[in-house]
């Protein structure tokens, strides 16, 4: 689905409903704050991951490890973005919504998400853990095709009691802030190897597609699939993970694109 494809009216809002739409196409991408390598071979990905963002063609782009800014990366490359790393990767006629998960000593870094749809509201929720992990969700609600849509970015711990308790948190705050009757869209790195937490997240209705060959960490040799899509009110019905050398450089993850039926 491209952007030519939404009927706008003269506010230039979509104007169409649901039944004029096949699917929703959502993607995940944790973008290693748009720096990779060890040492003296680091190396900055983030003019080539903007390309990449757009190859993805997505309704939904949903980032995490985002840099608002960081201090000693704009010292160290001479083409560091002047803009918050989000605003950057947002292609043209998209829309970037960002907020901070983590505080560091050189600056800041969250979860963004990168939307061609109209941005209705945004939030954010502190979801550490632990002092050691800083991590959080972003809310974001778009209207498509004239209805509403939730979109969740999430990026949990890598400690799995940590991992049990965020999802028990995500839980509680769905039931707060989405309303039943809304789909909604959850994404993100949810560093969860084996799918251990699929159970807990289809329980309260979020579900996805389990399709094989779909690993996305370590990038250069995917050994598994730490990035999940779940939906709730749409039904996935594709899943895939670009592949190739100049995916493999550009992060330690793959992205993950799912498309959902709007039926």
Same mark, same amino acid.
């Given at each position: 689905?491209?952007?030519?494809?939404?009927?706008?009216?003269?506010?230039?809002?979509?104007?169409?409903?649901?039944?004029?739409?096949?699917?929703?196409?959502?993607?995940?991408?944790?973008?290693?704050?748009?720096?990779?390598?060890?040492?003296?071979? /680091?190396?900055?990905?983030?003019?080539?991951?903007?390309?990449?963002?757009?190859?993805?063609?997505?309704?939904?782009?949903?980032?995490?490890?985002? /840099?608002? +800014?960081?201090?000693?990366?704009?010292?160290?490359?001479?083409?560091?973005?002047?803009?918050?790393?989000?605003?950057?990767?947002? &292609?043209?006629?998209?829309?970037?919504?960002?907020?901070?998960?983590?505080?560091?000593?050189?600056?800041?870094?969250?979860?963004?998400?990168?939307?061609?749809?109209?941005?209705?509201?945004?939030?954010?929720?502190?979801?550490?853990?632990? $002092?050691?992990?800083?991590?959080?969700? +972003?809310?974001?609600?778009?209207?498509?095709?004239?209805?509403?849509?939730?979109?969740?970015?999430?990026? +949990?711990?890598?400690? /799995?009691?940590? @991992?049990? $308790?965020?999802?028990?948190?995500?839980?509680?705050?769905?039931? @707060?802030?989405?309303?039943?009757?809304?789909?909604?869209?959850?994404?993100?790195?949810?560093?969860?190897?084996?799918?251990?937490? /699929? &159970?807990?997240?289809?329980?309260?209705?979020?579900?996805?597609?389990?399709?094989? @060959?779909?690993?996305?960490?370590?990038? $250069?040799?995917?050994?598994?699939?730490?990035?999940?899509?779940?939906?709730?009110? +749409? @039904?996935?019905?594709?899943?895939?993970?670009?592949?190739? $050398?100049?995916?493999?450089?550009?992060?330690?993850?793959? &992205?993950l694109v799912a498309e959902f039926a709007l039926d």
């Amino acid at each position: 689905m491209t952007a030519a494809a939404h009927a706008t009216s003269e506010s230039g809002q979509p104007e169409s409903a649901f039944g004029a739409l096949s699917t929703l196409r959502v993607a995940t991408y944790n973008i290693h704050k748009g720096v990779q390598g060890v040492g003296p071979a /680091r190396r900055l990905e983030i003019h080539n991951l903007g390309h990449a963002v757009e190859q993805l063609d997505a309704d939904l782009v949903c980032l995490q490890e985002v /840099r608002k +800014l960081n201090r000693q990366g704009e010292r160290r490359f001479a083409r560091w973005p002047v803009q918050p790393q989000a605003d950057f990767l947002c &292609p043209e006629g998209y829309r970037a919504v960002y907020e901070t998960n983590a505080y560091t000593r050189h600056g800041e870094h969250g979860n963004a998400l990168l939307t061609r749809w109209p941005v209705v509201r945004h939030g954010h929720e502190d979801m550490s853990d632990h $002092r050691f992990e800083q991590r959080g969700l +972003l809310h974001v609600e778009v209207t498509v095709a004239g209805r509403p849509v939730h979109a969740i970015v999430v990026h +949990l711990g890598l400690i /799995r009691g940590s @991992r049990v $308790r965020q999802v028990a948190q995500l839980h509680r705050y769905i039931e @707060r802030e989405v309303p039943p009757g809304e789909p909604l869209v959850v994404a993100g790195d949810f560093n969860d190897w084996g799918a251990r937490m /699929r &159970p807990a997240m289809n329980d309260v209705g979020l579900v996805d597609l389990v399709m094989p @060959r779909c690993a996305t960490y370590p990038s $250069r040799l995917p050994l598994a699939q730490l990035d999940f899509i779940y939906g709730r009110g +749409l @039904r996935p019905v594709a899943l895939s993970v670009p592949r190739g $050398r100049i995916w493999s450089r550009m992060s330690d993850h793959l &992205p993950l694109v799912a498309e959902f039926a709007l039926d």
